[in-house]
Structure formats: structure tokens, C-alpha cells
């Protein structure tokens, strides 16, 4: 098979795995090195859909021996295959490179034979590119669930950031929709790369010339959607990842059906990405803003609105806490108010010490008076037309726009599939969660 066909093919089946930020790390070149991971030094460009792009996103092979009923690359499929050599896979990121067309690579792979084969085939690209070509640009590895810890440590040594996916918000849907995968083979390695990095963390403070391990951390993706699994479950599980296995950031991917199974949602419903969206703010809120996953949603109200992005909806739900006074809050109360994100609030506590701030002042300060006006006042002055708990506020807050979903893959087929079921979609970049 000619390499620009394997590229094409293993291009395509990378595109299901979002977690591929390229952040977390900063390495300037050094002479006789090739690239470097400055943040500066990352060049990036959009996709059709918003999306970030800087890496070359690729599986070492899209060849499976799971069956998982929610994956695209699953045994059972009869689809094209393809699997790059080691030395196929280095030559390629290194030609790219060299063209500018990125600045990393993110690598990930389908399971041949089982974890550890692919791992070694995995770690052979990493020290092509690391030792052979003395590669200094930013690597991201997905870490096989059932690896060994041997090829774990070997991976993290080399590669920038590493991931390992949890797949499904429960261990009764994994048993369901991949029963080959057990969740203690996703988890042991989570554990162990959680305490190689805190280890790197440890010997970084006392010398510079410590072995580095995952020096960016580690993440993971949860697909939603393709199991009744709540959004309450979903961003408690992430609430335990983060404080169990201090992940940097736990990604969420919409399911797009693509088969038929029993237990999945039929071809023809994907799920609204306005959902995934919202999950997204909800899990910035709980990294940034001190809130709890129970605060957001319970048991009893276990669906984020779709309506309202979730700091407002929770401030609708609680009028008993606002208006809040600017001049006299403390930041963690600053910081619930819709509309004020984190650096404006710190603005807010930095310019009360030099005056008192009137309402013209705020959005001076970065604040978003369209939200916040409801929910604060400045100097005793209320700029709101409708009180906190006034009964219109919910649809007067509502960023609903109608706009058609922005097509997640750039495919004929699957803009086919999007025509037909059209969902709103907020018109907001997934890196500005914040306010």
C-alpha cells in the first residue's frame, strides 16, 4: 500500500479522539535539535469546524482485535485497513515538519494482536523521532489500556503529553459496549502515569537535570451519548478523575452513530454537539471556579439546560444570592456572578483597593454586561431591566440562535447525515468557556 494511502486512511480514523490539545509544555530548540515546544514556536491553524490545528493526528494502525460497539475502527466493521511502520510513521512527521505544516505529532492507535505489541510499535516511532532525528517538537501518545508499565514509563519519558481514554461515564456501559475492556486496564495505567509525573514534578524541583516524565500530564476522552449515562454521572466522573488522577483536562466527544447495535442510539440521531458543548463549560467551571459537580446538577435534575449556558442556569436557580455588591464581595462570590470570568473578578478586587467602582467602570473591566447587569450592582446601583428571580429572565438569558451545526468532520457522508437532521448550535469557540 502506497504511504499517502495509509495516510489517508489512518488520518481519517484519528479524527474520533479529541484529545489532542497541544499546550502544557514549553522546550526551545537546542542546537543540533530539530523543532522545539515553545509555546510561541507552535504555529496553528482552523478547520472548517473551529477546531485548533497544529499537529499531524494519525493511528499507528486502525487494525483492531476489540469489537467496541461505539468505535469506527472496530473489528467487526469491513472497512479499508492500513498500518504504518515505525520508520514509515518518523519519516512522515519529520517530512511534514520540515514543510510547516505542523509543529508535533499526536499518535494514537488501534490494538494489533494486544496492548503491548502496539505499544512497542508506538515507543519504536517516539525513538526514531527523539533519538535518531533528535526531534524536539511537541509528542502526544495514547496509552493502550492494559499496557505494561515497562513501555508506560519508556512512552512518558519521550513523549510530551500522554492519554489514556476512560470511554464511557460508567463501568456498566464499558461492560456493555465494550466488554473487552475491563475498567481496571483503563485505570492501572492512569494511576501509574498520575504518580510518574508527580515524580518527575518532585525531582524537577530539586534538580533541572531530572528525567522528565509526561511534563504536560495527562488526559482522557469520555464519548457522550451513545449510552442513557447522565450529564450529572458524566461530570462527577470527571470531578473524580481530576482529584484522583490530577488530570489536566478531561475531554468529551459527542457519539456519532455510525452502525447498527442494540444498545446504541439509531443511525440518523447524533448527539446535539450544543450537549457536548455544555459539559465543556460545566467542567471549566468546576476547574476555575470553584463549583462542585452536585452544585451544577443533582440527582434529581441530572440534565444541563440547553437553553443556558450552566454558571447562568445555576444563577437562576439561586436568585436568593444576588444581586451581588462589586464593591464588597469576596472573589469566590465575584466569580458566580454570570458574565464575570476569572481574571475580570481579580480586575474587580484589584480596582476596588484604588476607588470605588461605579456601574460604567465594569466593563472596563472585561465583565459582559449583557449577563451580568441581572446579577450585580455597583455602588448600590442596579443596571437590570428584571430582577434575579424574575419568571422572563431564563428566556431573556437564552443563547439559542438557530444557527445550523457546524459540521464536526469534513466529509461528504457525514454532512449528508447532518443535513438531514440540522440541531442549534451556539456560535462560541470551544476555547473561550469561561464567563
Given at each position: 500500500?502506497?504511504?499517502?494511502?495509509?495516510?489517508?486512511?489512518?488520518?481519517?480514523?484519528?479524527k474520533f479522539d479529541v484529545s489532542c490539545s497541544s499546550s502544557g509544555t514549553s522546550r526551545t530548540g537546542d542546537k543540533g535539535t530539530l523543532g522545539s515546544a515553545a509555546a510561541g514556536g507552535i504555529c496553528h491553524t482552523w478547520s472548517a469546524d473551529g477546531r485548533c490545528v497544529s499537529l499531524l493526528k494519525v493511528l499507528m494502525t486502525n487494525v483492531c482485535v476489540y469489537d467496541c460497539a461505539y468505535c469506527q475502527n472496530r473489528a467487526s466493521l469491513d472497512k479499508p485497513r492500513a498500518t504504518f511502520t515505525p520508520q514509515e510513521l518518523a519519516d512522515l512527521t519529520i517530512d511534514f515538519y520540515r514543510r510547516n505544516y505542523i509543529e508535533g505529532l499526536f499518535l494514537s492507535s488501534g490494538v494489533l494482536v494486544d496492548a503491548n505489541t502496539t505499544s512497542e510499535r508506538m515507543l519504536r516511532v517516539l525513538e526514531i523521532l527523539r533519538i535518531d532525528y533528535r526531534f524536539a517538537g511537541y509528542i502526544h501518545v495514547k496509552i493502550i489500556p492494559g499496557t505494561d508499565n515497562l513501555l508506560i514509563e519508556r512512552l512518558g519519558s519521550l513523549a510530551d503529553r500522554v492519554s489514556c481514554n476512560i470511554e464511557l461515564p460508567s463501568s456498566g456501559s464499558l461492560e456493555r459496549l465494550a466488554p473487552q475492556k475491563l475498567p481496571s486496564h483503563i485505570l492501572a495505567p492512569m494511576r501509574y502515569i498520575q504518580q510518574g509525573h508527580q515524580r518527575f514534578l518532585e525531582d524537577g524541583r530539586r534538580s533541572v537535570r531530572a528525567p522528565q516524565f509526561a511534563p504536560a500530564g495527562q488526559t482522557t476522552q469520555m464519548i457522550i451519548g451513545a449510552t442513557p449515562d447522565t450529564d450529572h454521572t458524566i461530570l462527577s466522573l470527571s470531578k473524580r478523575l481530576y482529584s484522583t488522577y490530577k488530570l489536566k483536562r478531561v475531554y468529551f466527544s459527542a457519539f456519532i452513530p455510525g452502525g447498527t447495535h442494540a444498545a446504541l442510539p439509531p443511525a440518523g440521531s447524533p448527539v446535539p454537539l450544543v450537549r457536548e458543548h455544555r459539559l465543556y463549560q460545566a467542567d471549566w467551571l468546576m476547574r476555575f471556579y470553584h463549583f462542585d459537580a452536585d452544585e451544577l446538577l443533582e440527582t434529581t435534575r441530572p440534565t444541563l439546560s440547553l437553553d443556558v449556558d450552566p454558571k447562568c442556569d445555576w444563577a437562576l436557580r439561586h436568585p436568593e444570592y444576588f444581586p451581588v455588591e462589586v464593591n464588597a464581595a469576596p472573589l469566590e462570590t465575584l466569580l458566580r456572578i454570570p458574565g464575570v470570568g476569572v481574571t475580570s473578578a481579580q480586575r474587580i478586587v484589584a480596582a476596588r483597593r484604588q476607588?470605588?467602582?461605579?456601574?460604567?467602570?465594569?466593563?472596563?473591566?472585561?465583565?459582559?454586561?449583557?449577563?451580568a447587569q441581572f446579577f450585580l450592582t455597583a455602588n448600590g446601583k442596579f443596571a437590570g431591566t428584571l430582577q434575579p428571580g424574575h419568571a422572563l429572565l431564563r428566556s431573556h438569558l437564552a443563547d439559542g440562535t438557530g444557527i445550523s451545526q457546524l459540521s464536526l468532520f469534513d466529509t461528504p457522508e457525514q454532512r449528508a447525515l447532518e443535513a438531514s437532521v440540522r440541531t442549534p448550535l451556539l456560535a462560541v469557540p470551544r476555547a473561550r468557556l469561561g464567563s
Open positions: 500500500m502506497e504511504l499517502v494511502e495509509k495516510l489517508t486512511i489512518l488520518g481519517d480514523a484519528a476607588g470605588t467602582i461605579a456601574l460604567e467602570h465594569l466593563r472596563k473591566l472585561g465583565i459582559v454586561m449583557k449577563r
